[in-house]
């Protein structure tokens, strides 16, 4: 699915990062849309494991995205999100996101001026 | 993933849930100082539930209103002689609705359709980084 020359070891990654901050960014917002619902237990995404194992490996395609469910105590009504964690998750899920595409940016403008085109 | 922009969506169903919750604070609270007379039902305290969305992604979908709950209809029956609705024993009967719940429940509403409108202003942040990929 890649283009030999374009897309190498490093966006591939890159973009699995945003994909896997992007799952994490809905796990977020579902979280605080159910902060009083009872019997909700909180999500929480994990891929950076999985994505430096894929690493490892040499092929970052291979990464997945996993989601758990929250083991924190639960509350009267039997929920368990704990909305200023999320909140602050949420910020700073958002700063990564930005981190991850300003380097991909910067990868393809490296691109574009080996290309020429810039 | 679902939906193009679909965290959007996530936000813009909690902020529906909250709607709904303060819709219903907002009329128990109208209908707290209501009077009927003894035969009649008196004013029953709204009750909103709630429920987790999934959308088959695992990372949930939000949250849904999907009915309501009311309070006894029997109410709290007050002796209040001199009210016109007063039965033959000065009886009248008022709704069972706790003004300090009603607050309580009303701050918990607000705050919580408040964290959403943050989530949502966080996922646009987010959608509007990712929208520049390649400029």
Do not use: C
Not at chain 1, 61 to 73: C, D, N, R
Request: no cysteine; hydrophobic share 40%; charged share 20%.
């Amino acid at each position: 699915m890649s283009i030999t020359g374009i897309s190498d070891a490093v966006t591939a990654a890159l973009h699995q990062a945003i994909n896997g901050l992007d799952a994490r960014q809905q796990a977020i917002s579902s979280n605080i849309a159910n902060l009083e619902t009872p019997n909700y237990l909180a999500k929480e995404v994990d891929f950076e494991s999985s994505l430096r194992a894929a690493l490892d490996d040499g092929d970052p395609s291979k990464a997945t995205v996993s989601v758990s469910q929250s083991l924190a105590a639960t509350r009267l009504n039997g929920n368990n999100v704990n909305i200023d964690f999320e909140l602050l998750a949420s910020s700073e899920n958002v700063m990564r996101q930005k981190l991850a595409v300003q380097a991909l940016n910067a990868k393809y403008q490296l691109l574009r001026t080996a290309i020429g085109n810039t | 993933m679902s939906a193009i922009f679909g965290i959007l969506d996530v936000a813009k169903s909690g902020m529906g849930v909250y709607k709904t919750w303060l819709n219903a604070v907002a009329d128990n609270i109208a209908n707290i100082d209501d009077v009927t007379d003894t035969s009649t039902p008196a004013f029953q305290e709204r009750f909103v539930q709630v429920q987790a969305v999934e959308d088959g992604t695992g990372f949930g979908h939000g949250a849904a209103v999907v009915g309501a709950e009311f309070g006894d209809p029997n109410g709290r029956v007050t002796y209040d002689p001199n009210h016109p609705l007063a039965d033959a024993n000065g009886l009248v009967r008022r709704p069972d609705v706790d003004l300090t719940d009603q607050m309580v429940y009303l701050q918990l509403a607000q705050r919580g359709y408040q964290a959403n409108v943050q989530a949502f202003e966080r996922a646009r942040d987010a959608y509007e980084s990712i929208l520049t990929i390649g400029k």
